[in-house]
């Protein structure tokens, strides 16, 4: 089985940065893309950015704030988040998806950005 879990969550003040971890563990062959999703209050869990096969994507919202990479030898994502805003408040989830056996989900980390 593979276990994904986030630290780096907290409190913030608006303009001011954050870096997100996922640690990966368990059977982690055939690792195809890492995506962190955001899900805030009263919305919907959407897609912030992924990164696979060489590349990254970001929504709209964060191009420019956000920026995410991993780290092959300790199995570590993360997501740096710089320019915070209050809409970016809410629950982050690290997720890992793999050729053949599907994706897999952490339980997410809050993180509240005031104004």
């Known amino acids: 089985q593979v276990q994904l879990v986030e630290s780096g969550g907290g409190l913030v003040q608006a303009g001011g940065s954050l870096r997100l971890s996922c640690t990966i563990s368990g059977t982690i062959d055939r690792l195809n893309v890492v995506a962190w999703y955001r899900q805030g209050p009263g919305k919907q869990r959407d897609m912030v950015a992924s990164?696979?096969?060489?590349?990254?994507m970001y929504a709209n919202s964060v191009k420019g704030r956000f920026a995410i990479s991993i780290n092959s030898g300790n199995n570590m994502v993360y997501l740096q988040m710089n320019s915070l805003k209050p809409e970016d408040t809410g629950v982050y989830y690290c997720?890992?998806?793999?050729?053949?056996?599907?994706?897999?989900w952490g339980q997410g980390t809050q993180v509240t950005v005031s104004t």
């Open positions: 997720k890992a998806d793999f050729r053949l056996r599907g994706g897999y």
């Open positions: 990164i696979g096969g060489g590349a990254t």
